[in-house]
C-alpha cells in the first residue's frame, strides 16, 4: 500500500510512555514469516530487556495459518543466518528449536526475552482468534488502525468539491465494489449470484473479476450455503482490473454518480467485528452505505461517533447472525430502493447525505483523537500484565534444554 505505515508505527512507539521492541510485517499486509521484522535495528540489550510487540493490525487473525515445522524453520533460519559470528549456534539444538517453535510467532521475533508474554496489536472485537492468541502467552492490544490509516489514504476527501452530493449527477442506485472473492470473501460470489437474479444488476456500478487464484467455476466453498450455480457471472458483468492497491484510493466520479455504497467487507461469514477502509472510504467521501460486514457491524460503527441510516434504510439486517440470510435481507432492501419512484429516490438519497455529510465531518474531526487514545489505554493496560509476567521464564527453559 502507499501510506509509509513504519512512519505511523514510530508515532505509536512515541506516543506511549513505554520502551518497545516492536515487529511487524514489511511489506505492510503480507502475512508471510519471512516479512515479519523489526520495525527498527535494536541492540541485544534490547532484545532482552524491551517488552516485545508485534502489530497485526491490518489483517484479520488466523491462529492456524502457520504450522509448528513452518515456524521452527523460520527460527532456524534466522539462527544460521549469524554462524559466522558464533552468537546463536547453541540456540540450533533441536530442542531448543523445538521449544522455540512451540511459541507461534513469537519463534519468528527474539525468543530469549525476559518477558514471559508479547504484546499483540490487532484490529478486531468479539474474537475467538484473539482468545486463541491469548492462551498462547500473547497480551491482546486492540487498535483500530483501519482508521487511522484511512485517515491518511482518503484525505484529500475532506477538500475534494467533486464529491459534493447533486442529485441530478446520479445515475446508478448503487456504486459497489467487488474485487477479490477467495478466501473470507466467498460470500462475494453469492451477492453477485443473487444481485443478478433479482434484476439488480441494472442498477449497479459493479464489476466482476472471474479469477482470483483460480477460476470462480473451481472454487470450493468453505460454507455451502453461498454455492452458486451460475457460472456465468462474468457474462452479465464488466471486467474487474483493479489491483489489490485499489481499496487506498476512491474514484469522485463513482461516488457522485451513485445514489449510496455498498460495501463489500473482508469478514461477513464471521463472528468478528473488524471493518476496513471499505467501510471508511464512503465516510470519507461523504456517501451513504448499505453495510455487508459481520452481524453487528453497524452497532460497532456507532461506538466512534458515526450515525448509521435505520429510518431510511431498513438496517435489521445487522442483527441477523445466520451469514446467509443476513445476505438475502440486504439484496431485499436493495431491491425495495431500487422499486421506488424517481420522486421517493431523490427526497431518500437527499436525506441519505445529510447523515452522510455529519459522518464526513465526524471522520476527520475528531475519529482519529480517539482512536489514538484508545489505544493508548488498551497498551498501559497491557503492560500492567506484561510487567506481572517478567520472569525470565523463556530463558531459563531454554538453559535447561541446553544442558541435557
Not at 171 to 198: H, K, M, P
Request: aromatic share 12%; net charge negative.
Amino acid at each position: 500500500m502507499s501510506v509509509p505505515l513504519d512512519r505511523l508505527y514510530h508515532y505509536l512507539d512515541d506516543c506511549v510512555n513505554h520502551d518497545l521492541l516492536i515487529y511487524r510485517w514489511a511489506p505492510h499486509g503480507s502475512r508471510k514469516l519471512e516479512d515479519l521484522d523489526q520495525l527498527m535495528t535494536y541492540s541485544e540489550s534490547h532484545w532482552y530487556n524491551r517488552p516485545m510487540m508485534l502489530f497485526h493490525d491490518q489483517e484479520p487473525l488466523v491462529y492456524n495459518m502457520y504450522t509448528t515445522a513452518q515456524l521452527r524453520n523460520c527460527s532456524k533460519q534466522f539462527f544460521d543466518q549469524d554462524v559466522d559470528n558464533k552468537r546463536f549456534n547453541f540456540m540450533l539444538k533441536d530442542t531448543v528449536l523445538d521449544y522455540i517453535a512451540s511459541q507461534h510467532l513469537r519463534a519468528v521475533m527474539i525468543c530469549v526475552n525476559r518477558y514471559d508474554k508479547t504484546i499483540l496489536v490487532h484490529s478486531e472485537v468479539h474474537s475467538s482468534q484473539v482468545e486463541l492468541f491469548a492462551q498462547k502467552n500473547f497480551v491482546p492490544v486492540y487498535f483500530w488502525s483501519h482508521a487511522v490509516i484511512s485517515l491518511d489514504w482518503f484525505r484529500y476527501a475532506a477538500h475534494d468539491p467533486k464529491l459534493a452530493f447533486d442529485p441530478e449527477k446520479i445515475q446508478q442506485d448503487f456504486l459497489i465494489y467487488n474485487r477479490a472473492w477467495s478466501g473470507t470473501r466467498e460470500y462475494r460470489l453469492c451477492f453477485v449470484e443473487q444481485l443478478l437474479t433479482v434484476g439488480l444488476q441494472q442498477h449497479c456500478n459493479i464489476s466482476f473479476s472471474p479469477e482470483d487464484g483460480e477460476h470462480y467455476s473451481t472454487h470450493q466453498f468453505i460454507n455451502p450455503n453461498f454455492q452458486i450455480i451460475n457460472h456465468n457471472l462474468h457474462d452479465k458483468l464488466k471486467l474487474n482490473t483493479h489491483n489489490s492497491t485499489a481499496s487506498a484510493d476512491y474514484c469522485g466520479e463513482d461516488y457522485t454518480t451513485a445514489g449510496l455504497e455498498v460495501v463489500l467487507e473482508t469478514l461477513f461469514d464471521d463472528c468478528r467485528w473488524h471493518l476496513t477502509e471499505k467501510t471508511l472510504r464512503p465516510i470519507a467521501c461523504g456517501k451513504p452505505f448499505i453495510l455487508v460486514a459481520t452481524q453487528g457491524s453497524l452497532k460497532y460503527l456507532k461506538t466512534y461517533g458515526f450515525e448509521t441510516f435505520d429510518g431510511l434504510i431498513d438496517e435489521s439486517y445487522d442483527t441477523i447472525v445466520d451469514s446467509r440470510s443476513r445476505l438475502d435481507a440486504i439484496i431485499q432492501e436493495m431491491k425495495r430502493i431500487t422499486e421506488l419512484d424517481a420522486d421517493a429516490k431523490q427526497v431518500l438519497y437527499t436525506k441519505l447525505h445529510e447523515i452522510a455529510q455529519r459522518n464526513k465531518q465526524r471522520f476527520f474531526n475528531g475519529l482519529f483523537d480517539q482512536v489514538i487514545e484508545e489505544y493508548k489505554i488498551n497498551l498501559n493496560q497491557a503492560m500492567i500484565v506484561m510487567q506481572q509476567h517478567c520472569t525470565n521464564k523463556h530463558h531459563t527453559v531454554i538453559q535447561e534444554l541446553l544442558q541435557n
